[in-house]
């Protein structure tokens, strides 16, 4: 019935496989500040363990979930999710992990 598509005429685009970006994104929020939580208690874990000390003793787990989501930026199957995870550890580190490193070491 009727020709065959030819260069002419709109072929409609494939149907999407799996999430979009905006629902990556979204999810990937959630996994941050449920990291940072974690991360806060890893850090006053750490604080309990080392006895104060370095920032670094402060640090540790905001650099790890950084990094891990630095590299998950490298593959477009969880760019969005990284994404996601990096904004919220940018709002962290203006908002809570730098002033109060700040005012627990004494800078």
């Known amino acids: 019935m009727g020709y065959?598509?030819?260069?002419w005429q709109a072929t409609p685009p494939p149907p999407r496989?799996?999430?979009?970006f905006g629902a990556g994104l979204g999810i990937g929020i959630a996994i941050g500040v449920?990291?940072?939580?974690l991360g806060v208690g890893a850090m006053?874990?750490?604080?309990?363990?080392?006895?104060?000390?370095t920032p670094i003793v402060f640090l540790w787990p905001f650099i790890l979930i950084a990094l891990a989501a630095a590299v998950m930026m490298f593959f477009a199957?969880?760019?969005?999710?990284?994404?996601?995870?990096?904004?919220i550890a940018a709002s962290m580190w203006l908002l809570i992990i730098g002033p109060c490193i700040l005012l627990l070491t004494g800078l």
């Open 4 to 7: 065959a598509p030819g260069p």
């Open 17 to 20: 496989k799996g999430l979009s």
């Open 34 to 37: 449920v990291a940072h939580a």
């Open 44 to 53: 006053f874990l750490g604080m309990s363990i080392v006895g104060g000390g």
């Open 77 to 87: 199957k969880t760019r969005s999710f990284a994404t996601g995870i990096l904004i």
